[in-house]
Protein backbone atom coordinates (compact mmCIF):
# COMPACT_ATOMS: atom_id res chain seq x y z
CA UNK A 1 0.00 0.00 0.00
CA UNK A 2 1.41 3.52 -0.35
CA UNK A 3 0.04 6.48 0.71
CA UNK A 4 0.27 10.02 -0.47
CA UNK A 5 0.17 12.79 1.83
CA UNK A 6 -1.19 16.93 0.70
CA UNK A 7 -2.68 19.70 1.99
CA UNK A 8 0.27 20.98 3.81
CA UNK A 9 0.91 24.59 3.44
CA UNK A 10 2.05 28.38 5.13
CA UNK A 11 -1.30 29.06 7.45
CA UNK A 12 -1.36 32.37 9.99
CA UNK A 13 -1.69 31.12 13.87
CA UNK A 14 -5.62 30.11 14.16
CA UNK A 15 -5.77 29.33 10.79
CA UNK A 16 -7.24 26.20 9.42
CA UNK A 17 -5.72 23.66 7.71
CA UNK A 18 -7.21 20.16 6.17
CA UNK A 19 -4.55 17.21 5.27
CA UNK A 20 -5.29 14.19 2.85
CA UNK A 21 -4.12 11.17 2.66
CA UNK A 22 -4.77 8.71 -0.47
CA UNK A 23 -3.89 5.15 -0.23
CA UNK A 24 -3.17 3.15 -2.89
CA UNK A 25 -5.57 0.48 -1.92
CA UNK A 26 -7.21 -1.13 1.05
CA UNK A 27 -6.07 0.15 4.39
CA UNK A 28 -7.03 -0.47 7.93
CA UNK A 29 -6.22 1.82 11.24
CA UNK A 30 -4.65 5.10 9.60
CA UNK A 31 -2.70 7.78 12.13
CA UNK A 32 -0.96 10.96 11.51
CA UNK A 33 2.24 11.99 12.83
CA UNK A 34 4.98 14.92 12.65
CA UNK A 35 8.10 15.90 12.88
CA UNK A 36 9.52 19.51 13.80
CA UNK A 37 12.75 20.63 13.08
CA UNK A 38 15.33 18.93 15.52
CA UNK A 39 12.64 16.90 16.96
CA UNK A 40 11.68 13.35 16.95
CA UNK A 41 8.52 12.29 15.09
CA UNK A 42 5.40 12.62 17.38
CA UNK A 43 1.98 10.60 17.22
CA UNK A 44 -1.07 13.36 16.23
CA UNK A 45 -4.13 11.59 15.93
CA UNK A 46 -5.16 8.14 14.93
CA UNK A 47 -8.41 6.51 14.02
CA UNK A 48 -10.01 2.86 13.75
CA UNK A 49 -10.75 1.23 10.48
CA UNK A 50 -14.25 1.39 11.15
CA UNK A 51 -13.67 5.06 11.98
CA UNK A 52 -15.99 4.22 14.95
CA UNK A 53 -12.74 5.28 17.27
CA UNK A 54 -10.09 8.41 17.66
CA UNK A 55 -7.29 9.20 19.90
CA UNK A 56 -5.69 12.40 19.76
CA UNK A 57 -2.78 13.93 21.06
CA UNK A 58 -2.92 16.22 24.19
CA UNK A 59 -1.53 18.90 22.06
CA UNK A 60 -3.81 18.85 19.30
CA UNK A 61 -7.11 17.41 21.50
CA UNK A 62 -9.88 19.58 20.96
CA UNK A 63 -8.26 21.60 17.68
CA UNK A 64 -7.53 18.98 15.37
CA UNK A 65 -10.40 16.16 13.85
CA UNK A 66 -8.90 12.78 11.89
CA UNK A 67 -11.65 11.22 9.36
CA UNK A 68 -11.42 8.55 6.78
CA UNK A 69 -13.51 7.81 3.91
CA UNK A 70 -13.05 3.87 3.21
CA UNK A 71 -15.04 4.24 -0.17
CA UNK A 72 -12.25 6.18 -1.37
CA UNK A 73 -9.36 4.84 0.95
CA UNK A 74 -8.49 8.18 1.95
CA UNK A 75 -7.87 9.74 5.55
CA UNK A 76 -8.24 13.29 6.54
CA UNK A 77 -6.79 15.56 9.61
CA UNK A 78 -9.08 18.78 9.98
CA UNK A 79 -7.26 21.39 11.87
CA UNK A 80 -8.13 24.50 13.52
CA UNK A 81 -6.75 27.20 15.72
CA UNK A 82 -3.25 26.04 14.13
CA UNK A 83 -0.33 27.55 16.23
CA UNK A 84 2.91 27.85 15.45
CA UNK A 85 4.10 25.13 17.60
CA UNK A 86 2.09 23.27 15.05
CA UNK A 87 4.67 24.23 12.72
CA UNK A 88 6.42 19.93 11.39
CA UNK A 89 6.40 18.00 8.32
CA UNK A 90 3.03 15.91 8.98
CA UNK A 91 2.97 12.08 7.83
CA UNK A 92 0.14 9.46 7.46
CA UNK A 93 0.83 6.25 7.77
CA UNK A 94 -1.62 2.63 8.26
CA UNK A 95 -1.26 -0.24 9.99
CA UNK A 96 -2.23 -3.86 9.39
CA UNK A 97 -4.96 -3.60 12.03
CA UNK A 98 -8.07 -2.75 12.62
CA UNK A 99 -7.90 -0.92 16.40
CA UNK A 100 -6.14 2.16 16.12
CA UNK A 101 -2.67 2.51 18.05
CA UNK A 102 -1.02 5.95 18.82
CA UNK A 103 2.50 3.78 18.50
CA UNK A 104 4.94 4.62 15.58
CA UNK A 105 6.77 1.08 15.41
CA UNK A 106 3.02 -0.62 14.64
CA UNK A 107 2.05 1.37 11.76
CA UNK A 108 3.41 -0.41 8.58
CA UNK A 109 2.82 1.85 5.70
CA UNK A 110 3.86 5.56 5.57
CA UNK A 111 3.38 8.42 3.26
CA UNK A 112 6.09 11.47 2.15
CA UNK A 113 5.03 13.70 4.64
CA UNK A 114 3.31 17.22 3.72
CA UNK A 115 4.85 20.56 5.38
CA UNK A 116 2.54 22.64 7.60
CA UNK A 117 4.17 26.00 8.57
CA UNK A 118 1.82 28.46 11.23
CA UNK A 119 3.18 31.62 11.65
CA UNK A 120 2.90 33.98 14.64
Known amino acids: VQLQASGGGLVQAGGSLRLSCAAS?????MGWFRQAPGKEREFVAA????????YYADSVKGRFTILRDNTKNTAALQMYSLKPEDTAVYYC?????????????????WGQGTQVTVSS
Open 47 to 54: ISWSGGST
Open 93 to 109: AAARRTGLTPHEREYDY
Open 25 to 29: GRTFS
